[in-house]
């Protein structure tokens, strides 16, 4: 089983739809979390920390649940700018940030 | 100012040769990784430096060494070049081990081709 799994995709939305993105890592012990934005043939990008409580950015909402060792990502609103692939990070107790395969967006007009 | 630049930016070298990537960060952070980035896209770590001390050393061919002549480099010397090491190699920093609330800085790439 890997590390940290996230479904590849991709997600077709139009402009404007809502959409959601789930993590789920297997390493109970791991302590930090985040969301990355990778676009093509570039490099990836931090996009938010996720922490107990939840937090907000603009039109992204991010959340994590431990007992269920699982993260989310929620896009509203989205714009094409959005389309790029989401990687889903999870530090470990070796303080490896492991990521998950990555899920594709595709935001169309 | 680029935060982590690493070069060259692409490279292409035959099977056997042996090559290096360098790498360098201005964000005053304490540990700096290699990743690889294969065909699949999958990230995967290779190595960790911490304060110029290797503290991750994943399941790599020994053909691969990693160097860090003080904590805002970290350089990749790959030896007998395969085939299948063709793939992106990024370079990141982050200002602990953890990670803390900030992530990771990654560098642009290096695409590396071997034929």
């Known amino acids: 089983r890997k590390e940290v799994e996230q479904d590849p995709g991709p997600f077709n939305v139009p402009e404007g739809a809502t959409v959601a993105f789930n993590c789920t890592y297997s390493?109970?012990?791991?302590?930090?979390f985040f969301w990355y934005r990778q676009d093509c043939r570039k490099e990836p990008k931090l996009l938010m920390s996720v922490y107990s409580s939840g937090n907000e950015d603009g039109r992204f909402t991010a959340q994590l649940n431990r007992a269920s060792q699982y993260i989310s990502l929620l896009i509203r609103d989205s714009k094409l700018s959005d389309s790029a692939t989401y990687l889903c990070g999870a530090v470990d107790s070796s303080y490896k940030l492991i990521f998950g395969s990555g899920t594709r967006l595709l935001v169309r007009p | 100012d680029t935060a982590v630049s690493q070069t060259p930016k692409y490279l292409v070298t035959q099977m056997g040769n042996d090559k290096s990537i360098k790498c360098e960060q201005n964000l005053g952070h304490d540990t700096m990784y290699w990743y690889k980035q294969d065909s699949k896209k999958f990230l995967k770590i290779m190595f960790s430096y911490n304060n110029k001390e290797l503290i991750i050393n994943e399941t790599v061919p020994n053909r691969f060494s990693p160097k860090s002549p003080d904590k805002a480099h970290l350089n990749l010397h790959i030896n007998s070049l395969e085939l299948g090491d063709s793939a992106v190699y990024f370079c990141?920093?982050?200002?602990?081990?953890?990670?803390?609330?900030?992530?990771?800085?990654f560098g642009s790439g290096t695409r590396l081709t071997v034929v």
């Open positions: 990141a920093s982050s200002q602990d081990e953890a990670g803390s609330n900030y992530g990771y800085t």
């Open positions: 390493n109970s012990a791991s302590q930090s």
